[in-house]
């Protein structure tokens, strides 16, 4: 398999757990690279179900070590409590993972911030977990945060974070907040940065040297490539970079020893939260929720769904260099006849075949459909592509086409053994 970057190509919630765990099988390491428990990762395995925030999905797999990297935004007392439940679970979590000392931590200031921020933006709220993830990113490059490695040193933690407290008890005071008592934080992050203190270390050097033993390793994205602070629709964005360059910056990976990118889209479209979503589409979004799908991991929130966006996914591939393409959920459009696929947009009587920048023009884009048939039939017992209906098999083609990478992985259901390798 070689190194490889994973990552969502659309608005996040692709299936990226899924086919993370899938892809595990040929991998040594598995790395989280940005975003923090905000992000939720489902992977289905034998009638279990594993929802994981912080921790990369590799944990599930024996023999495979998983690495948190110093991109991705930690709440201690939430990690420890996402360790225990594996371990309840009958998942093993010792030696096989590592915690970077140079991640930032969340700590309750950011979510109580990130929640009053929300609440004042009434319609033009950006549809946040409330986890703190954005505050916490903005402490980072400030140069005001907190790390791993300052919880590592009670001292030096304790007298930072009262600091830290007493500066953003005046905000959120001020915001009509009530006040963070800092000798309940400190001894709840203490405690949980005690329980953590046999998994942290520098993860750069770990990681180089994996490498120099001609190990493989995995890059396990979160969130989707329209979530992106930079490339993503701004401001309905998350806060770190889900791009493919964010694997590098978030784990001291360089890119010349990266051999490709999987990129991750449904055979629909999906997004949670505000923003535009050019092709969303009122019945579609009704008989995916009838059937019980597209509700949120972390938050159960529903998903807002439309069809595929071809212009979207191109540009997607443009950005992160796709090589492979993973498309999943194809078995949501199992009864779905006839399909619709957006070819272009169009915005204000003209033509667009990439997305615009600006998050208004998008929500103005008209989204310009093909119609193609559907199958009428299920897809979750095949196993090989000459297994699916010919019409499904037209489909992702298709898609693949319109989206200019290979077609390597397409899911026809949840579990681990719904998968179609190519």
Known sequence: MANTILIGAQWGDEGKGKIIDVLTAKADIVVRSQGGNN??????????????????SGILRRGKTCVI????????????????????????????????DCAHLVLPYHRLLDEQRELRQGREKIGTTKRGIGPAYGDKAARTGLRMSDLMQPIVFSKKLQAKISEN???LQALGAKPISFHQVNKSYLAAGERLRPFVGNTVVFLHRALERGKEILF?????????????????????????????TGTGVPPHRVDRVVGVMKAYTTRVGEGALPTEDVRLTQMLHNLGREFGATTGRKRRCGWFDAVATRYATMINGIDDLAITNLDGLDDVDPIHVCVAYRLNGKPLDVPPSDAVQLANCEPIYEEVRGWNSSTHSARKLSQLPLAAREYVRYISKLTGARLSVISVGPGRSETIIL
């Open 220 to 248: 396990e994205g979160a969130q989707g490539t329209f979530l992106d602070i930079d490339h993503g629709t701004y401001p309905y964005v998350t806060s770190s970079n889900t791009t493919a360059g964010g694997a590098c």
């Open 69 to 100: 990297g110093n991109g991705v935004v930690i709440d201690p007392v939430a990690l420890v409590a996402e360790i225990d439940g594996l371990r309840e679970l009958g998942i093993t979590i010792g030696r096989n993972l590592l915690i970077s």
């Open 169 to 171: 008890n005046r905000i």
């Open 39 to 56: 992000a939720g990762h489902t992977v289905i395995h034998r009638g279990s179900k594993y929802v994981l925030h912080l921790i990369p």
